[in-house]
Nanobody
Framework: QVQLVESGGGLVQPGGSLRLSCAASGKIFSINAMNWYRQAPGKERELVASSGGNTKYADSVKGRFTISRDNAKNTVYLQMNSLKPEDTAVYYC???????????????WGQGTQVTVSS
């Protein structure tokens, strides 16, 4: 019913930048929070940034990452600057969506995009 498609991942050197995008499509009535998570090998998935009522960031990315939304396009972005090797992970988009014809918020995930920070 709802699809989230991420793009923008890749290989970047330490200190470099990447911009991730996540576009939501389908039977969307409204979107509440749109978030970015990441999961590194052997680690649990963690919240990186949240764009809901209040914008929140993981302590490890504060001052380096910026989340933004284009509500007209149902798209969320993650601008990542000053990247470090420890930022290497699969990044996932997540959204709370009210699907047309329902009265509740359903949780959706994108397929993930790989970010590798290495020299």
């Amino acid at each position: 019913q709802v699809q989230l498609v991420e793009s923008g991942g890749g290989l970047v050197q330490p200190g470099g930048s990447l911009r991730l995008s996540c576009a939501a499509s389908g039977k969307i009535f409204s979107i509440n929070a749109m978030n970015w998570y990441r999961q590194a090998p052997g680690k649990e998935r963690e919240l990186v940034a949240s764009s809901g009522g209040n914008t929140k960031y993981a302590d490890s990315v504060k001052g380096r990452f910026t989340i933004s939304r284009d509500n007209a396009k149902n798209t969320v972005y993650l601008q990542m600057n000053s990247l470090k090797p420890e930022d290497t992970a699969v990044y996932y988009c997540n959204a709370g969506v009210v699907v047309i014809g329902t009265a509740w918020v359903s949780n959706y995930w994108g397929q993930g995009t790989q970010v590798t920070v290495s020299s």
